[in-house]
Structure formats: C-alpha cells, structure tokens
C-alpha cells in the first residue's frame, strides 16, 4: 500500500492562479472573440533587457567549446553572480551581508516554501491576512495546521489581519510564534514597511527567539528613499532573518527563472534539546541535497544586472511597471475607488465597489470588461472586499484595462 500525504488533502481546492486560469480559459472558450486584458498573475511583459541577453548569449557560446564548457556548478551559485549580490543589494547600503550567506536558486515561490525542511513541525507560525498563499499552502502540505474553517484560515496558523482599518501594519501576535512570514512591498497589497515597523518586528524575534522569513522580491520597486530595501538594514536582524530576493520582477526572470535567499551565518534556531543551532549549515546541506545550482547562462544573464548597463536598462523597466501602476491608481480613483498600494510596489490593492465579494467582482469584471485581476479574498479571509491589480503588463493593455475598469464602475 502506497499511503499518500494526507495534509494535501486539506488544502483548497486549487492554488489561487491556476483557479483563475481556469476561469479565464472557461470564458474564453465561451466568447472566443473577446480581447480578454490579464492583470491577475504578476507576470513581467517587457523583453530582457539587452545587456542581459547578451551575457546569456556569450555564455551559450561558452559552452560549446571544449576549454570553456561547465557541467555541474556550485549549489549555491557561481561565485561571480554571489559576490555581485552581495556587494550591489548590500554591502552599497552599508548592510555587512557577504557572498557565502547567499543561496543562488530558481525562485523565490521555490525557496519560501522548500525552507519549511529545515524547520521542526512543532513551530507556531504567523502569516499576514492577506497573505501570498503559497507560505500558507506550504504549512499545510507539511502537516504544521489542521483543517481550514469556512472562511478558508487553517488551524493552528496565526493569522495577522492588515487591512485598510489598521493601514495595512500588522499587529504583533497577541501569543508568541516561532516563525514570521514577512512580505515588503507587499503581495498583494501593495503597502511597504517603514524601518520602525520592521524594527518592531526584529525586537519582536529577538525577544521571542523567533525567526522571520523575510520576502523582499519587490525590493527593486520601492521609490521612497525612507523605505528599507532589506530586513538586514536594521539592527539585530541578522540575529533573527533569511531574506528571499528574486531577479522575477526588476529584470524580467519570471520565466527564465532566477532567485537568491541570504541566511547568515550568525543566524541560530533551537534543537528539540533546546540547545542553539546554527541554520545556514542546515539550509546549506538541504540545499546540496535536493538542488543542483541554476544553469551557468542564467547566472551570467543574472550577474549582468549589475552591470552599468545592466543598472540603466532594469531601472527602465521598474519606471515603466511603476508607471503603470500609477495610471491604474490614478484611473481608479477618478470614479471613486479606494486604492492602496502601487507606490513602491507593482500591484494595486482595491476595495471593491458596492457590496460585492471579491470573486463576484472578479466574475463582473471578466464579463462584463473582459477584465481579469485576483480576488482578494484568494489572499485570504481579510481580503474579502478587496480586489489586485498587477501592473505588470503593456502601456495600451494598462489603458485600455482603466477606460474598461471605468466603464464598468460609473
Ligand atoms: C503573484 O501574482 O502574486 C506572483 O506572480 C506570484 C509569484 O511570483 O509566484
């Protein structure tokens, strides 16, 4: 007899995106003519920049000669694409995080879930509500909640409401937790956090002996000077974060497939014998064992965002994904929406007009707009009446989807 997990037998129905692929495919096949707009997935558009295909293009030519061919590299990643990590997203910001605390990976939704492995079950474990779902799916799958109630919260998490009534800012957890999930900017609100908020949270993990598992894949999206890019840009934390980082969105990798997760050495957790032990080895072997290392032409296409040229073509692309996001905000807003988000971040958090739930206005909204975008409550029971918009798509898709928008709306 083959016993299956029975864990995956408490999760929802389907993850939230291939349900609204399979809306969407639904109703397409029913009005094979409408031109339906996506702003559900945030999935990048716009070409790789060149300076990055040209860098994949010299490493395929690499690999087919003999003297220069590479067959398994480093778990980890390369040592030229960590250095580049750690001396471009921290040591410029005075944030003392070196090449051998970075894990090169493909992907961030990868990384934020295989961590759970080096993680007891026993752990009490915190997620914003609304919250990227798959750190919730990842819980459950290992067997660390009970069931889900009839608004879809598993038992045994601690959920953290953010809503548009306490601006979006967390609450601590009224009983202590063991493990944080933490995302800045935010999906899918939008919001980011303010250094005093994230002190708080570092206090908080500190004095908990918690350890907050910090999702920074749209650091590359935050304009104010005021807002930290990293966890690590505040003291002690160090001492108490893994930070998940991702090339998916500032320089188009969604498909290519291109991430990092920085564990410090310093960071400890506890033993079931509750002595101190270190994580970055544990994350190290599990990441020897189940990974072999993203392919040398992606890291070379990865190394080149650094590069001057590299600089000046993803900061083009992050203006013109911001850029849309401010004409969905602004678009919105002149018919009475309220709009969150879409500032330092490429989505935008609505409430839904009138009484309707999230589903239902997605449903309106794909009927009646050829509009899609994913309901909030997909994120979770506190995103009931609220709607998100990626901003990643084309300048006329993003126009054309705000005169529809409007339409419907007004
Ligand atoms: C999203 O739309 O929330 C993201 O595209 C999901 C992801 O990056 O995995």
Redesign the pocket.
Known sequence: MAFINDHYLKLKAGYL?PEIGRRVNKFCEENPNAAVIKL????VTEPLPTAIREAMHAAIDEMGEAGSFRGYGPEQGYGFLREAIAKNDFQSRGVDISADEIFVSD???CDTGNILDIFGANNKVAVTDPV?P?YVDTNVMTGRTGAADENGRYAGLTYLPVTAENNFVAPLPESPVDLIYLCYPN??TGTVATKETLKQWVDYARANGSIILFDA?YEAFITDPEIPHSIYEIEGAKDVAIEFRSF??NAGF?GTRCAFTVVPKQLKGTTASGEPAEIHPLWNRRHCTKFNGVSYIIQKGAEAVYSEQGQEQIQSLIAFYLENARLLREGLESVGISVYGGVNAPYVWLKTPGESTSWEFFDELLQKAHLVG?PGSGFGASGEGYFRL?AFNTRNNINEAVTRFQNVVS
């Open positions: 995106f559900g997935i945030g999935d992907g961030s939704k990227y798959v999906n899918p894949a998916s969105k969604t994913t990626s």
